[in-house]
């Protein structure tokens, strides 16, 4: 296979695929926890649990100052790599040119080299992640395969990106263009099976934690 | 000219002056990124050099290359150095035909056996040696036998090259590019549709002057040459590093010579020199007069996904695939999560109740 077929089929049938299995995935997961249904709670409604679940799904967003103090770091770290991953998918223009081909909508984008600078904190954010897990003695007890296995699908499209967009590397820069896609399609691919998929239950477990003390009326 | 004339003597003959020759001199060797000291040994060389050999073979071709050549609006040094260096032989140049013409092809192949440079543009068709033949001869045959005594083969144009527009889907011919036919001669590709004259003049004023090839990139281009992309010496660069686009051909940031990103540009992934060297004698390049870079200096430039798409765009329809996924999904989740419903209340059917008496028995 040539290099430009290569970036032919990585922009072509291989993102037919990985679109397929990863809109498959999230939705059948999503659909099946969603169907299994919450037990009808016969205690008094005290407060709405509407407005609780809500709530809480962007009060999370703060850390509370317990947990702020007791693991500093990585809480810091993981919203240092969490932002800056957001800003390095969705406000470089060529990725929003891919959304706009594929959804039809369009947002303004951030000057290159400030994406260029996001990636390379991005980069050091998760490295350090790595580190602190490996060195934590606790953490490093209670990671098993699928936590390395998600860290590196996620470094992988960050670091063959910032290689692809300065053209570093022993392989040629169309090809280099077509790995960092592949590495793409490869996050999508694992991504309903694993613990990336948080990306979207997180919404759903904040909710159903707000909305249990929304109905008791209290805070959660 | 006399076959013992040396280049230096037949372009003074033509009226260039030796500060015109040593201007051309310079500007090869700071295209080629030589240090200035070079000048003089380029010079020297290119002066006493006498008129090697060139065979020109045109395969399936538009002439575009020759037209590149050797139609600049007035003679420049490099027209008349390739005038000077060539040509034993050339198709579309030549005056004679048919089989005087191949009588001097296979003269000058004998004479200068071993010496000579291969000059070809245009694919070679597999499919079927009839698509394509010079006087009764395929074009296979023709490029194998005169192959034999070069001491170099320039693959001129992306057809000699990668195989151009002839090997486009579905290559109806099974054209080939010459590399994939020849594999023991050092082949130069020099790639564009069509490639600029002064990167293939250059090529040859290497060869004259070190007598060995350029260094080369993977794809057996110049590296002096082809060394950067469009996108990385493009003068419109900074309006995509500060995301100021052209969203169509005549909209405001047409007009103010925005990047060309979006309207489908190739530019980052494109190799050559336009860019630098520009085209009709320095005046300008496709970007610069308002048209995003179609890619020519790469392989399979016409396949790659359509000329007007953003490079970052997907090459199929993703929309309709996602619709199908999510549709599926829901479907497949719903029966899935109904299985599990039921599954339960089987279980929970199935449930033994276990009474204080049942525990008392056993005691």
Redesign the interface.
């Known amino acids: 296979m ?4 290569l ?2 089929w990585v ?3 291989a ?2 695929i990985a ?2 299995i ?11 926890i ?4 919450r037990k009808k709670d016969l205690a008094e409604a005290r407060g709405s649990a509407v407005a609780g679940g809500l709530r809480t799904i962007f009060s999370r967003f703060v850390p509370d100052r317990g947990t702020l103090q007791r693991s500093t770091f990585n809480v810091v770290a993981g919203y240092i790599f969490h932002i800056g991953f957001f800003v390095v998918l969705f406000l470089f ?3 929003i ?2 959304f ?5 909508v369009s947002w ?6 400030m994406v260029d600078a996001t990636t390379i904190v991005t980069i050091i954010a998760l490295l350090a992640v790595l580190a602190h897990r490996l060195q934590n003695p606790v953490m490093r007890f209670l990671s098993g395969f699928q936590d390395y296995l998600v860290w590196l699908v996620t470094i992988l499209p960050l670091v063959t990106g910032y290689l692809a967009f300065h ?1 570093i590397g022993a392989v ?3 090809t280099l ?1 077509a790995i960092h896609i592949l590495s793409v399609e490869l996050l999508m691919v694992i991504f309903p099976f694993t613990k990336l998929m948080h990306a979207f239950t997180f919404f759903m477990a904040r909710y159903y934690n707000g909305a249990i003390s929304g109905y008791r009326g209290v805070n959660s | 000219m006399s076959k013992d004339e040396t280049l230096g003597e037949a372009l003074r003959r033509q009226g260039i002056s030796r500060r015109g020759f040593l201007k051309f001199c310079a500007a090869t060797a700071s295209l080629m990124a030589l240090p200035p000291g070079m000048v003089p040994a380029i010079a020297a060389a290119l002066e006493k050099a006498r008129r090697p050999s060139v065979i020109w073979l045109s395969f399936q071709e538009c002439t575009g290359c020759t037209e590149s050549l050797t139609r600049s609006h007035s003679p420049t040094v490099e027209g008349l150095i390739f005038d000077t260096i060539s040509l034993d032989y050339h198709h579309t140049l030549q005056a004679a035909s048919g089989t005087a013409a191949e009588a001097a092809r296979e003269a000058a192949m004998e004479e200068n056996y071993g010496k000579y440079i291969l000059v070809v543009d245009g694919s070679i068709p597999l499919g079927n040696p009839g698509f394509s033949t010079i006087a009764g001869i395929s074009n296979k045959n023709m490029l194998l036998d005169t192959a034999k005594g070069a001491a170099a083969i320039i693959s001129v144009g992306t057809c000699a090259a990668y195989g151009g527009i002839p090997h486009a889907k579905p290559n109806p011919t099974g054209a080939v590019p010459v590399s994939e036919l020849i594999k023991d001669k050092p082949i130069i590709n020099i790639p564009g549709c069509p490639p600029i004259p002064v990167v293939i003049t250059g090529v040859l004023a290497h060869f004259l002057t070190f007598g060995t090839i350029p260094e080369l ?3 057996g281009r110049p590296m002096a040459f082809y060394g950067n ?1 469009i996108h ?1 010496r493009c003068y419109r660069r900074p309006f ?4 100021l ?1 052209a969203e169509t051909f005549d909209d405001e940031g047409a007009k103010k010579g925005w990047c060309l ?2 309207l489908g540009c190739k530019g ?2 494109t190799y050559n020199a336009c860019a630098t060297t520009k085209w009709n004698e320095g005046t300008s390049f496709p970007i610069e007069a308002g048209h995003p870079c179609l890619g020519c200096s ?4 016409w ?3 359509g000329f007007y798409k ?7 329809d ?2 309709r ?2 619709v ?3 549709g ?3 479907a ?3 029966a ?3 299985l ?2 039921a599954k339960k209340k089987r279980i929970e059917k199935a449930h033994e109740k276990v009474t204080i008496n049942d525990l008392e028995k056993g005691d």
């Open positions: 040539s290099e430009a077929e970036l032919l922009r072509g049938p993102l037919q679109t397929a990863f809109l498959l995935g999230v939705v059948v997961r999503l659909a099946e969603l169907m299994l249904g223009t060529p990725h040119l891919l706009q081909d594929v959804l039809n303004p984008s951030l000057p290159t080299p053209r040629p820069p169309p263009i | 990139d993977e794809l992309s990385d995509y590093d500060k995301g686009f990103y979006k980052p992934t790469q392989p399979d430039f396949d790659g996904g953003a490079l970052s765009m997907p090459t199929e993703i929309t695939t996602a199908y996924a999510v599926a999904g829901a497949a989740g719903v899935l999560g109904a599990n419903r």
